[in-house]
Nanobody, 117 residues
Framework: QVQLVESGGCLVQAGVSLRLSCPSS????????MRWYRQAPGKQRELVAI???????NYADSVKGRFTISRGSAKNTVYLQMNSLKPEDTAVYYC???????????WGQGTQVTVSS
């Protein structure tokens, strides 16, 4: 059974940094891409960052220059380093893993990040 467990979310003040982690039980060789999404109250879930199999990355415009997505050395853990946090970053953050075979994607349960002004 695939497990994704996000951690690292908490209540912080604007301007500080947080790092979210999402270890997976999926073999790294079977992972295509890993993503972080977020969903703020009353809003649709949005893609925050993606890291591909070759470690290429892409970011939402709203977080470029502040957030960094990376993989652990075993390549089956994904991190999101969030710097200069803003109140508008407040959301539940979810990790998502895209599996090569059988084709599927998996979600974690989410971790709450709350940024106070």
């Amino acid at each position: 059974q695939v497990q994704l467990v996000e951690s690292g979310g908490c209540l912080v003040q604007a301007g500080v940094s947080l790092r979210l982690s999402c270890p997976s039980s999926i073999s790294a060789i079977n992972i295509n891409a890993m993503r972080w999404y977020r969903q703020a109250p009353g809003k649709q879930r949005e893609l925050v960052a993606i890291i591909g199999r070759g470690d290429s990355t892409n970011y939402a415009d709203s977080v470029k220059g502040r957030f960094t997505i990376s993989r652990g050395s075993a390549k089956n853990t994904v991190y999101l380093q969030m710097n200069s946090l803003k109140p508008e970053d407040t959301a539940v953050y979810y990790c998502n893993v895209d599996v090569i075979w059988p084709p599927n994607d998996y979600w974690g349960q989410g971790t709450q990040v709350t940024v106070s002004s």
